[in-house]
């Protein structure tokens, strides 16, 4: 969660032209590559090493924050990282069924009970 919002307000200073903030999002994105991506399930880990609960707010954060980079620089690289939230959205996230967003999972994707329209 924390490093979508450094992303997020990194690409607004690229916006504004701050000469620092594609170098420090190139390695704030290389942190989330190494020690955040949780390649099994196609998501992010909330620390190192994770723990067992996933949580779908993160990815809407991450989703955000990759979609402004895109509108800032216009590499696709972003939104191929954007469609991965957008996977977990439509096979994990949200129940068809009953309309409503999950917000905690257990390690395979799988609701935990709690609160629900995170996105909303």
């Not at 032209?17 to 998501?43: C, K, Q, V, Y």
């Not at 996977?87 to 629900?116: K, M």
Request: proline share 5%; charged share 25%.
């Amino acid at each position: 969660y924390d490093h979508s919002c450094v992303l997020l307000a990194l690409a607004h200073a690229h916006r504004c032209g701050h000469p620092e903030a594609l170098r420090l999002a190139d390695e704030t994105l290389d942190f989330i590559d190494t020690h955040l991506e949780d390649a099994s399930l196609n998501g992010f880990l909330e620390t190192p090493g994770g723990k067992a609960v996933r949580n779908s707010n993160p990815h809407m954060h991450m989703l955000e924050a990759f979609l402004a980079w895109y509108n800032v620089t216009g590499e696709r690289s972003y939104l191929r990282r954007a469609a991965r939230g957008i996977d977990l959205f439509r096979c994990h996230f949200f129940d068809a069924e009953s309309w409503t967003l999950g917000e905690r999972f257990d390690p395979d994707w799988q609701p935990l009970p709690g609160t629900d329209g995170q996105w909303t």
